[in-house]
């Protein structure tokens, strides 16, 4: 057995080595709930604070809540210099303009390590750049830097390897480099918006993918897309006031984007090189406002557009063709504004412009055909023609034969013919024609079933005075709702005068036969209409190419029964042509192809 003192030194040691292991353990317990604080957050406004912080808040790390740095006195954060992380949002300025005057930079925030929400730098009016953020790798949420004038450089971001969500870069002036952001591989969103100084995409470099929308906007400086060439993946891109960029290089890596893609109002875009390996679009895309681009040469692989496109108000196109691929777009196809544009030339195969769609040829004050369009069979929408100064025919629509909408045809000052819209035989809504000051016949509507049409208007056509085609006439006789016919030439001045001239073709009616066969047809050199007469008249057969332009006519005085007529048409090139035949007062008319 061991001695009394010693058992009892034993006892006091044991005893003292519980006190230290308590001591020890309260000591960590507080350190951890020590390092952590303000679960509210705070905001500070004046220096003193920040000078006091460490006083105030001993052994705070980790701030819980938010950070709001924004004080007319404020000229150095080394007081904050024990923060490591701050789980709210640091916002070092404010959405007001001209704060923090004395704030040239974030030194003081060195050992800052993790914002778990936003990034927020804010109309800083005298922050120069970002130094102090060296140590910072983490962003929870967004990256937002806004309106700080006389920031020039945000390379101290360089350690940041994760933001959660969006950058957001706008409006500063003097910012000329994106160099800082060169960790970041993946994103959300970018809007790199109103940085007139940024001449290129430096530090966008390792971006490989955009799983939301690209903002490029009014970036005056911007010359260069290159640095883009890692990205591979792309929810919807735009492109937008960049006056000095040329073209789009640096977009070769894109296949395909998700969503929308806009390039609009970069008046120095000279091509749109950087898109030809892209092959579908999953929603919009528009071409707006782009003043020196003459063509669309860049888009050939595109093989889809999900939900419409756009050609709008670019100044020095002269065609469209470049949609080589394209065989399916859903929505609308408008083509609007653009004064230089000679040619629409071919837009792929599509054979249909989808439910819901409309097709829209406006104000393209050089356009004289619609040549270009022949695939197309179907549009899901309305058919609007206007304000196309030269257009003097509508050929290139001869296969189209239905519209599910309203077919709106006014303010062409040159259209003289409609016969390329032969083929329509119903649409779903009215037809409006008018201010189309040459046109003198709606021949080409003769085919339309009357009960697909709501409503007729027919104004303002000045030497329009034929208008007894087969599908007004059957519409007058019943028709479904209002009709307006005004202020053209006699003959088609009036819901009466046309009544009386469909009536005057019904009485007088000397038939052409619904026998009335072409054979062969298509045909190489010739062809042979036959048809069947009830009493003899004058026949006149009457050949127009797809241009509208006649190109032969035939007058015969032919006898009542069974006739046949050839027509020759060797010399003539290959392709659609329309004739109409006119026996009394009685019309027919068709299409008929010429093949070599």
Not at 148 to 173: A, M, Q, R, V, W
Not at 411 to 434: F, P
Not at 482 to 499: F, L, M, P, R
């Amino acid at each position: 057995m061991l001695p009394n003192n010693i058992i009892l030194n034993l006892q006091v040691k044991q005893n003292m080595m519980k006190k230290l292991t308590t001591l020890i353990l309260a000591t960590l317990i507080y350190a951890t709930a020590s390092s952590q604080c303000l679960p509210d957050g705070i905001t500070f406004t004046t220096q003193a604070q920040i000078d006091s912080f460490q006083t105030d808040y001993p052994g705070c790390t980790e701030i819980i809540g938010d950070v709001i740095i924004d004080g007319d006195d404020i000229s150095s954060l080394i007081g904050l210099n024990v923060l490591s992380t701050i789980n709210g949002n640091l916002i070092v300025g404010s959405w007001s303009s001209n704060v923090n005057p004395l704030l040239a930079n974030l030194n003081g925030l060195d050992n800052l390590v993790v914002i778990n929400e936003d990034l927020k730098i804010l109309h800083c009016q005298s922050l120069t750049d970002l130094g102090g953020l060296e140590s910072l790798s983490s962003i929870g949420n967004d990256l937002i830097i806004r309106s700080n004038f006389f920031l020039n450089e945000i390379s101290s971001l360089s350690n940041i390897t994760t933001i959660g969500n969006d950058i957001f870069i706008y409006n500063n002036i003097s910012l000329d480099s994106l160099v800082g952001l060169d960790g970041i591989t993946r994103i959300n969103d970018i809007t790199i918006d109103l940085n007139d100084a940024i001449t290129d995409l430096d530090g966008l470099q390792n971006i490989d993918s955009i799983f939301g929308f690209f903002s490029l906007q009014v970036n005056e400086s911007l010359t260069s897309l290159q640095a883009l060439s890692s990205l591979n993946y792309i929810m919807s891109l735009s492109i937008s006031t960049n006056n000095n960029l040329v073209d789009l290089s640096g977009l070769e890596g894109l296949t395909k984007i998700d969503g929308y893609l806009s390039v609009k109002q970069n008046s120095g875009l000279l091509s749109l090189t950087g898109l030809e390996n892209i092959d579908s679009i999953g929603k919009h895309l528009t071409i707006q406002k782009n003043n020196s681009l003459p063509n669309i040469t860049g888009l050939e692989n595109i093989g889809i557009i999900s939900e419409g496109l756009t050609i709008n108000s670019n100044n020095a196109l002269t065609t469209i063709s470049g949609l080589d691929s394209l065989s399916i777009l859903g929505g609308t196809l408008t083509i609007q504004n653009n004064p230089s544009l000679q040619s629409i030339g071919q837009i792929g195969s599509i054979t249909e412009i989808e439910i819901g769609g409309y097709l829209i040829i406006e104000w393209n004050t050089s356009l004289e055909d619609m040549s270009g369009l022949e695939n197309i069979t179907t549009i899901g929408a309305s058919l609007a023609i206007s304000y196309n100064d030269n257009l003097q025919s509508i050929a290139g629509l001869e296969n189209l034969d239905s519209i599910t909408g309203s077919l709106i045809i006014r303010w062409n000052n040159k259209l003289n013919d409609l016969s390329a819209l032969l083929n329509i035989t119903s649409i779903d809504g009215l037809i409006n024609i008018r201010d189309n000051f040459v046109l003198t016949s709606l021949y080409g509507l003769d085919n339309i079933e009357y009960e697909s049409i709501s409503k007729l208007n027919i104004i303002n056509n000045p030497n329009l005075s034929t208008c007894e085609v087969q599908s007004v006439c059957d519409y007058l006789s019943s028709p479904n709702s209002t009709v307006e016919i005004s202020s053209n030439a006699s003959g088609c001045n009036s819901q009466d005068e046309v009544e009386y001239a469909c009536e005057t073709v019904s009485v007088n009616e000397v038939s052409i036969s619904n026998q009335l066969s072409i054979y062969p047809n298509p045909f190489t050199t010739s062809t042979s209409f036959e048809y069947t007469l009830q009493q003899p008249s004058t026949v006149r057969i009457s050949i127009f190419n797809y241009l509208g332009e006649q190109v032969e006519e035939i007058r015969k005085e032919q006898p009542s029964g069974k006739q046949q007529v050839v027509w020759n048409a060797e010399g003539l090139s290959p392709g659609v042509y329309f004739y109409r035949i006119v026996a009394g007062d009685r019309v027919a008319s068709g299409k008929m192809i010429i093949n070599k």
